[in-house]
């Protein structure tokens, strides 16, 4: 994976998942050393962050490197200057870009003009980091992840999406139950279908049966950041999707509960089902900063 973008699930075959998730969970009970030291990563924000900021920040100081972010309230990118000569010039200074942007293709035309590794930190389009760490944290609980049932109830967009792909490479069984017109596009489920690994996605309407038999049920919130404006509109529709002890009556008993947080308790979940004893929302969160060194190692540190 050395000198190559992560700027989609899509990028990694199921092995090179594999070996990034044994790569982080040997990072997270060994530590790393100063693998790269002396490296530099640019941290280029659209929309505010807590976890991911913080991952790839801790991320770099522990293996020795640094981590300068960058506010885009004076980057503005695209307004200030073009992407692509945003990603040249900060090609000439630093050794990798990770960037979470409004639009997807912000992100892959950076990649595109970027001769250093451009990591995907959000975009609408996918948040594949997040992925992995929730993948982490599926398989300290469960030891493998072939065959694990991974309900997500609200909106298929990025988050959705990147666990759709990952599960496929994983081989793992993902249903997303949305409200109509909320769910998965029809190109994420045709584009899963053709991943190798062995898993399978599917889109339901309907959360109790979506629930019925899952390892995991997860959400997120129902207006992502920059379409808060849309969340009025949509509270009827995603009620019913509401992650509440309603809806987890139909799960089983021991149904973890995730979400990858930030949460708004009382809009897509409860706040006694986050606060339950299966809840591993803080494990998953944990989890962003050892995923993000073996991501950020394998991208960046030549191989011996
Ligand atoms: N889950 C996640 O990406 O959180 P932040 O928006 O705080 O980075
Ligand atoms: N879907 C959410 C995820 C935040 C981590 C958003 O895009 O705002």
Same mark, same amino acid.
């Given at each position: 994976?050395?000198?190559?973008?992560?700027?989609?699930?899509?990028?990694?075959?199921?092995?090179?998942?594999?070996?990034?998730?044994?790569?982080?969970?040997?990072?997270?009970?060994?530590?790393?050393?100063?693998?790269?030291?002396?490296?530099?990563?640019?941290?280029?924000?659209?929309?505010?962050?807590?976890?991911?900021?913080?991952?790839?920040?801790?991320?770099?100081?522990?293996?020795?490197?640094?981590?300068?972010?960058?506010?885009?309230?004076?980057?503005?990118?695209?307004?200030?200057?073009?992407?692509?000569?945003?990603?040249?010039?900060?090609?000439?200074?630093?050794?990798?870009?990770?960037?979470?942007?409004?639009?997807?293709?912000?992100?892959?035309?950076?990649?595109?003009?970027?001769?250093?590794?451009?990591?995907?930190?959000?975009?609408?389009?996918?948040?594949?980091?997040?992925?992995?760490?929730?993948?982490?944290?599926?398989?300290?609980?469960?030891?493998?992840?072939?065959?694990?049932?991974?309900?997500?109830?609200?909106?298929?967009?990025?988050?959705?999406?990147?666990?759709?792909?990952?599960?496929?490479?994983?081989?793992?069984?993902?249903?997303?139950?949305?409200?109509?017109?909320?769910?998965?596009?029809?190109?994420?489920?045709?584009?899963?279908?053709?991943?190798?690994?062995?898993?399978?996605?599917?889109?339901?309407?309907?959360?109790?049966?979506?629930?019925?038999?899952? $390892?995991? +049920?997860?959400? *997120?919130?129902? &207006?992502?950041? #920059? %379409? =808060?404006?849309?969340?009025?509109?949509?509270?009827?529709?995603?009620?019913?999707?509401?992650?509440?002890?309603?809806?987890?009556?139909?799960?089983?008993?021991? $149904?973890? +509960?995730?979400? *990858?947080?930030? &949460?708004?308790? #009382? %809009? =897509?979940?409860?706040?006694?089902?986050?606060?339950?004893?299966?809840?591993?929302?803080?494990?998953?969160?944990?989890?962003?900063?050892?995923?993000?060194?073996?991501?950020?190692?394998?991208?960046?540190?030549?191989?011996?």
């Amino acid at each position: 994976m050395y000198g190559r973008d992560f700027t989609s699930v899509l990028d990694l075959t199921p092995e090179e998942l594999e070996r990034t998730l044994d790569v982080a969970l040997g990072i997270k009970r060994d530590g790393s050393g100063p693998l790269l030291a002396g490296r530099h990563l640019a941290l280029l924000f659209e929309k505010p962050s807590l976890r991911t900021r913080m991952s790839f920040e801790v991320a770099m100081s522990r293996l020795g490197g640094r981590a300068i972010y960058l506010n885009d309230h004076e980057v503005r990118m695209g307004d200030r200057e073009p992407v692509r000569d945003v990603a040249r010039v900060l090609s000439r200074m630093v050794d990798g870009i990770a960037s979470r942007t409004f639009a997807h293709s912000t992100l892959t035309e950076l990649a595109e003009w970027a001769s250093v590794p451009v990591v995907n930190a959000l975009s609408d389009g996918e948040h594949p980091c997040q992925a992995l760490a929730d993948l982490l944290t599926l398989r300290e609980r469960f030891g493998s992840l072939r065959g694990v049932h991974l309900t997500y109830l609200g909106e298929g967009n990025n988050v959705a999406i990147s666990l759709a792909y990952a599960s496929m490479l994983a081989g793992m069984h993902f249903t997303c139950a949305s409200p109509e017109g909320y769910g998965l596009p029809d190109e994420v489920i045709a584009q899963a279908s053709t991943l190798s690994g062995g898993g399978s996605v599917r889109q339901l309407f309907d959360p109790h049966e979506a629930v019925r038999g899952a $390892a995991a +049920v997860y959400t *997120d919130v129902w &207006a992502s950041m #920059g %379409e =808060e404006h849309l969340l009025a509109s949509r509270l009827e529709a995603f009620g019913p999707f509401k992650m509440d002890a309603a809806v987890m009556a139909s799960a089983p008993a021991d $149904a973890l +509960v995730m979400h *990858d947080l930030p &949460a708004h308790r #009382g %809009e =897509e979940i409860s706040d006694d089902v986050i606060e339950s004893e299966h809840s591993v929302v803080f494990d998953q969160a944990e989890n962003r900063l050892h995923a993000q060194q073996a991501i950020l190692l394998q991208l960046m540190s030549r191989p011996q």
